[in-house]
Every structure is written in C-alpha cells, then in structure tokens.
T-cell receptor, first 119, second 114 residues
Framework: AQTVTQSQPEMSVQEAETVTLSCTYD???????LFWYKQPPSRQMILVIR??????QNATENRFSVNFQKAAKSFSLKISDSQLGDAAMYFC????????????????FGKGTKLSVKP | DSGVTQTPKHLITATGQRVTLRCSPR?????VYWYQQSLDQGLQFLIQ???????AKGNILERFSAQQFPDLHSELNLSSLELGDSALYFC?????????????FGPGTRLTVL
C-alpha cells in the first residue's frame, strides 16, 4: 500500500522569504500523480500544484514550485516570496495511475504541515 | 469557490443518531469522492461514485453508506453515530474517474457527535 509522509508538523517563514515543505512517499508503482493541497483556516481544500511522475520537469505555479525526485521518492514544495495569505495547512497527496479496483482515483494524504507566516 | 457544494455546513447530533450529508458536484463532473478528516486519522478516503455507480471503497465503516443519484448529487449516510465519528467530511468531484483528473473539494460538513 502506498503511504505519504510529511515529517514537518509545523514550519514558520518570514513574509517575503522562501520556505520548503517536505514530503516523501512509498510506492511500488512507476506511474502516479502527486499533489500539494492547501487548507486555510476556512477549511477549504485548495489544489496548489500537481506533478505527473512520468514528467521529469518540475511543476511550477506562480510562486509555488516542486522539487520532484522520483528515485528518492521525494516531493517537496517551495513557496517563494511568502505572503500572509499562504498561512495554512499544507497536505501532500499521492494518486495511483491505475484505473481499476479499490484504489481507483482516490487520494492518499500525508498528515500535513502547518505553515505560519510572520509579518 | 471550487463549484462543489456541500450541505449542511455544520451538524450537531447525539450518539446513536443518523445523519445525511449532501454533495453537489461541479457542473459536468460525473465522479464524486467522500473523504473524512479527523484529528486521529487525518484525511482518509471513504468512497467514490461514478455516474451513479460505486467505483471504489476505502476505509468506510459498515455504519456508513453513500449513493449518487441520477442528477449526480451524492449523499453520505452515517448511522449509529459514535463520538469518534466527529470529523470534517469532504466531498470532491472530478470530470471522469480517471487518475489524470483533478479532484475539486467542497467546503466540507463539520459533524459533531455529542
């Protein structure tokens, strides 16, 4: 079974600085998808960025980028120019590429990292 | 706003009771997923429906059931409620059931069992 581990329960960053959130995962599959979701105090789950395992190029969305290391099974999120609105829980998630059986389509989440942004 | 709606936002009930949570997917989405977020277990997948049919099951208790109706809205039924069922229940939707599809989450229903 696949697992996702976020080893940093809490992180803090100064406004306008850069912070990196770590995520590792365990899988025997070669093709899969990885995601970072943000959950602000409103509790809404917001997709930040996604990465396809077959793509070597790291995904980027504005100030958010990932460092995807497939061999190391590592998927970190870098937030540049941190803003107060970035304060939230961040969840790393894995999704199998298999479209069959009980694992079809569901996301497997890590425990989350709570990010605080200091003004 | 993701386009996924969930009602009610909050629900307070007593142990042993039964409740129904409702989810309306984004317009055009055929697949609905239910997740439970609790302090103990984190975010866990419960069940998935695609175009009215159950597609996948996760860690869903036998006391819980779900269905997706012809208009594609979905309901999650929780019965014989226990204190440990208190959690935030999310519904997510995607266009199809393919692994390439992005899941968009609703705002969640916070269930408190007293």
């Amino acid at each position: 079974a696949q697992t996702v581990t976020q080893s940093q329960p809490e992180m803090s960053v100064q406004e306008a600085e850069t912070v990196t959130l770590s995520c590792t995962y365990d899988t025997s599959e070669s093709d899969y998808y990885l995601f970072w979701y943000k959950q602000p105090p409103s509790r809404q789950m917001i997709l930040v960025i996604r990465q396809e395992a077959y793509k070597q190029q790291n995904a980027t969305e504005n100030r958010f980028s990932v460092n995807f290391q497939k061999a190391a099974k590592s998927f970190s999120l870098k937030i540049s120019d941190s803003q107060l609105g970035d304060a939230a829980m961040y969840f790393c998630a894995y999704r199998s590429s298999m479209n069959y059986g009980g694992s079809q389509g569901n996301l497997i989440f890590g425990k989350g990292t709570k990010l605080s942004v200091k003004p | 706003d993701s386009g996924v709606t969930q009602t009610p936002k909050h629900l307070i009930t007593a142990t042993g009771q039964r409740v129904t949570l409702r989810c309306s997917p984004r317009s055009g989405d055929l697949s609905v997923y239910w997740y439970q977020q609790s302090l103990d277990q984190g975010l866990q997948f419960l069940i998935q429906y695609y175009n009215g049919e159950e597609r996948a099951k996760g860690n869903i208790l036998e006391r819980f059931s779900a269905q997706q109706f012809p208009d594609l809205h979905s309901e999650l039924n929780l019965s014989s409620l226990e204190l440990g069922d208190s959690a935030l229940y999310f519904c997510a939707s995607s266009v199809l059931a393919a692994s390439t599809d992005t899941q968009y989450f609703g705002p969640g229903t916070r269930l408190t069992v007293l």
